[in-house]
């Protein structure tokens, strides 16, 4: 039986990976900012399957907060052996462009948290000379655009810190999977227009999960967006500075 | 988000509207000013009860979370955007299964109950609303009820089969049955006239669980109504599998309908001898049993930009035989015919809704692709010949159908309108409470 700790875990998307992990009968421990909300999702994972739920409230940018509820993790499943990083927010162009408190926030929760929280993880894994870690970037991160550059930026850090994690602990038995949806229609992009490009979280949770299984190191997701992100990366900086992205 | 995102499924006809989801039960109704809103399942209504032009959605599809199952009592709750399909997966190799569940597992709990849908199992079972235990109704104004029969029994007889108009429905409590496995005995029997289908139905439904007819109405004269009867009883087999998947699909919009009356024709002569050739007792699986147009996703689309209308009537008892017949003579007589006529009986167990469909009688559904005007007034003559018999049209299917029709088969529809929710709406609502 598979033991994972989710991290972020009232995200739309983590909640898909979730309930398919509980379909796969892993123990969960759950971590989130809403109580109630964990409790729902809590009722929902046990009916699917999982073989056993638990919660803790995280709010991930407190630090002293976050080992104690990896320990708290360990604890109660006895163990781990998986981690999933999922929580994330996508700051209001309004909010950042003026206020270097919001912007400084956003970095916070969206890069400096979910690298301490690896930092804490890896520490472990390593320890116990075992497991896997999952975070969510973006592929916001591959390229700065003028539309979400901080967000861009953090998940940017966060995709160059995985890539160089991975590369440490390549050889030993502790994993790295960066994955990096394209657009996904959850509450974070609420007040966007949907179109073409856009995947439900189902559908990254099924290349979250299968990334998992097959031990993968970059995943896109879905997997179109390898090849767009590609062309928008190749583009040269004097025309890609006047594209409106 | 707004725009031609969500159609019905006989993307007939268009509508442009706001897009608004809910994600968590507890969540507030969003506020959106002047416009109306109509809680939307996922789609599967024909005609524009799903539908709510220049207003918004409420998109409750992810409300998805399961909230308990007992396997003892077979009871579940859970929140209103499930789909049948996973409940059927989630609640079988526990021994339970759905009491009721429509011809596509593709169908929310919500809008499963705000349409009273019903299934090939409606002369044991009744409505699916019937098998529901209780559930929570969000309203406009920030309230939040609590419905059962015996708790505000009287918006839950309003909210069954209410059409979305009296709350969001967040969460439901609903009872299942107990069944051994995944598998059923399934027979299929033909008939060459309309005549024999009624002398086989009564008695088919005395000895089985799941009866349904399917009719090819193009067939003429000496063949009027020749088709074929299946049903289908439990067996006592505990295997639980999933059945083995070949899902089609129908990538795109087909720019141009294939389905002209001389491909029905064809499809509906080859589809009748190859059944005829299988006809006899066969082990299947309850999938391809009850949901059989599953098999091809999207399969809508075959009917091009212009879509499909479905007609679905229901005659009572004593006049169905005639009425039925005169009904498939007239579509017969159009050529304009659908690829899957079915009949079916429904059995005298009342329907707990205000203004459900079901009914003691006959009940036959068909599509037909737009073809504008000449359509509609195919459609306009059925109405005659089935109001003549006392009998009514199912408003989940329907498109087009008059205010006047629609408010003499439905008397309820003005205690409906007292009780609805003011700030709810749906393009169905307008077109049929204006003064006819
Ligand atoms: C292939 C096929 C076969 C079918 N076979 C049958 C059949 O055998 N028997 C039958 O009865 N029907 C049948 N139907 C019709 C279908 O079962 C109904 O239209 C069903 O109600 C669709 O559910 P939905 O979740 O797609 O809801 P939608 O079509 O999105 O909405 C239906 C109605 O429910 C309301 N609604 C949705 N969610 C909520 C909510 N959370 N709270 C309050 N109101 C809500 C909407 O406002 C709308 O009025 C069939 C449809 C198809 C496509
Ligand atoms: N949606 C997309 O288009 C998209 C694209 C690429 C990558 N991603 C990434 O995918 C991941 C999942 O996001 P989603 O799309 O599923 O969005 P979501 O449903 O809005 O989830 C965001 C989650 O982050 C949590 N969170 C935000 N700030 C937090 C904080 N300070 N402390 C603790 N938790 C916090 C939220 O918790 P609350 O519920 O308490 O608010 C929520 O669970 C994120 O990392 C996101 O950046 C999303």
Redesign the pocket.
Known sequence: MTRALIIGATSAIAGAVARLWAEQGHALFLTGRNPERLKLLRHDLLARGAARVETAVLEVTDTLQQEAVISQAVQTLDGLDLALLAHGSLPGSDDWHSSPEAARLAFEVNATATITLLTRLTGLFESRQHGTLVVISSVAGDRGRQSNYLYGAAKGAVSLFTQGLRNRLHGGPVRVITVKPGMVDTPMTRSFDKGLLWATPEQVAIDVVRAVSRGRDVVYSPWYWRWIMLVIRLLPEWLFKRLRL | MSGHSHQ??GRWPRASQQVLP?YWPDDQLPATGDLSL?????????GD??L?DGGA??D??Q?NRFVSFDPEHGRLACE??V?LGDIQRLTLPRGWMLSV????Q???????????????NHHRAG??GRHVVSFE?RRTDGSCLQCSPSENPELFRA?VG?????????RAEIQLKPVSGAYLDQQTVSFDHLDRFFELAAEADRQHEYTVAWIDCLARGPELGRGLLMTADHRDEANCSEPARRRLSVPFELPVSPVRSWSVRQFNRWYFNRQRRNAGRRRVHYQPFF?P??AVGQ??RVYGRSGFY?Y?CVIPEGQAREAVSDILERVSDAGSGSFLA?LKRFGDLPSPGLLS??MPGVTL?LDFANQGQRTLDLMDSLDQLTHAAGGRV?P??DARMSAAHFQQAYPGWKQLQGLADPG?S?S?WRRVTVAP
């Open positions: 019905s499924w809910l109509l809680p939307r399942g996922n789609g599967r209504s024909y009860v799903c709510n959605l409420l409750c599809r409300l209103a955007g789909l569940s429509p011809g596509t593709f169908v929310t709990v919500g809008g499963a109950i705000a349409n009273d849908v019903h299934g090939k409505t699916f109704l909210t209410g059409l979305g108009l009296t709350g969001v429905i967040t949901y147009l599953d399969w809508n479905q679905q079915v469909f079901p559904a199912n989940s299917k709810l749906s169905f």
